[in-house]
């Protein structure tokens, strides 16, 4: 079953699925942080104050209704006026999170608005940041100073100076995925300046990303699903599911996608939370058409073309972790000389030109002859192999050898194993 289900879970329900989540994800601590749902009555669900965020119930969870009556075992979270100020702001806000995630306070401490335009669906996800001035936490003045914010309808998000992060969204999904997404982009922005540049897209090139989402696909009705197929789809949650919990996924990006047949294969869906997918949501590609009903993720021409061109290749995963997107998003090369064993497993990686898997699958998919991974500038990083868990334990070894080489550059100037030792490599494992 869904872990979160927004139409039919209670407010209670979906309080202690996220604030559970965002606890686990190391982007709260025991005592800090707050969730809240407007429901249809105008009472606010919220969490309690003074309650450890790590083993909340569903019973903990306060309801303060539309006259002021607060009904519960604890006190509301102190942060209640601002939550109200919000509500009051943005009628269409039905959700609210704040917390204090390391990157998005390293923002608020410095002062600073994150540009979300390090990777198209960031932008997409988070749009323009609001700040507001520090205020004194629990105070009608902070909930002002919020709430001015909100009132600007560009900002679904507000930086709160030497505080935190508040986001708002129309459900608890909603806004859980803004906030999620932009931790991500500020953990990323930090580690790529740590390498070099930052680069950023333009209003074109963010725009491209929706202008290049697949309209047209051709469906199939009559679909079977063979005992084998059925494996298939549990193997890829699994894995989807792992990846989230891992940090190597977050909810509103990760494609993956398995050989079934020949070069029909089955692939994630567009616009399903990742580590909510289920077996059933798993769409099939059979002879180049999606089975009726769903909807493919967007690389699925891309996909398509690598199965054709690669015979090889059974399993593909493209994702965005942020040591890996660091290097994607400063344009600095993504060094895997660095010990035996990510060489051996990753051989060297390029890097290719952002929104080249939209404008030329063919030649894209023919680098994966010679090539196990690529990194796409400002976008995510795609990497193959023959088994779904071989292909998750490459991953793997790419984003932790990606932070080894983040966390490297504050130490001294890189020093790789070099050509010679390359090839004895070469040699010694039957390396092409």
Known sequence: MKQLDTQLM??????????????????????????????????????????????????????????????????????????????????????IIHAHPPALVAFSIAGTVPDTKIVPQAYNVCGDIGFAPYGTPGSED?????????????????????????????????????????????????????LGKVNYLSDKQVASYVNHIPKNISHFMDVDYPSDERALRTEMVNIIRRACNQGLMISTYGTVSVRWHDDDFLITPRDVARWDILPGDIVQIKNGMAEAGKTPSRSVALHQRIYQLNPHINSIICTQPVNLMAHAVSGTKFDVRTIPESWIFLQDVPSIPFGLIYNDVDSVASMFHNNRVIMVENDSVFVTGDKLLNTFDYLEVAEFSANSLVMASVIGPLNPIGDKEIDELRIAFHVK
């Not at 002002?144 to 507000?158: L, S």
């Not at 709160?160 to 999620?180: I, K, P």
């Not at 932009?182 to 790529?192: D, G, M, S, V």
């Open 142 to 194: 902070l909930g002002i100073k919020i709430a001015n914010e909100f009132k600007d309808k560009r900002y679904r998000a507000v930086i709160m100076e030497n505080h935190g992060v508040v986001l708002g969204g129309t459900d608890m999904m909603d806004a859980y995925q803004r906030f999620e997404t932009l931790e991500f982009c500020c953990r990323t922005i930090i580690n790529a300046a740590k």
């Open 10 to 95: 209670h407010p209670v329900e979906q309080i202690n699925v996220i604030i559970g989540r965002i606890y686990r994800s190391g982007m709260t601590t025991t005592s800090g942080g707050n969730i809240s749902i407007r429901d249809d009555n105008g009472d606010i669900w919220i969490t309690p104050s003074g309650v450890d965020k790590g083993n909340l119930t569903t019973k903990d969870i306060m309801q303060v209704k539309k006259d002021g009556t607060v009904i519960g075992p604890h006190k509301p979270s102190s942060e209640l006026p601002f939550h109200k100020a919000i509500y009051e702001a943005r009628p269409e806000i039905t959700s």
